[in-house]
């Protein structure tokens, strides 16, 4: 699944999906997202396009 994230404020940042969709989650919520995707560290994440 590819996508691309975005910090759109302090607590929230914006999941893009290539297939179009996209989803608005809290930092908690980015967090196990991101661990269920098998990645670890938010930050670096946050910073860079992710694609698997």
């Given at each position: 699944?590819?996508?691309n994230?975005?910090r759109?404020n302090?607590?929230?940042?914006q999941?893009f999906?290539h297939?179009?969709?996209?989803?608005?989650?809290?930092?908690?919520?980015?967090e196990?997202?991101?661990l269920?995707?098998?990645?670890?560290?938010?930050?670096e994440?946050?910073e860079?396009?992710?694609?698997d």
């Amino acid at each position: 699944m590819s996508f691309n994230i975005s910090r759109i404020n302090p607590n929230q940042t914006q999941v893009f999906f290539h297939d179009g969709r996209f989803e608005t989650l809290t930092n908690e919520e980015l967090e196990e997202f991101l661990l269920q995707m098998g990645l670890s560290d938010v930050n670096e994440t946050i910073e860079q396009n992710v694609t698997d």
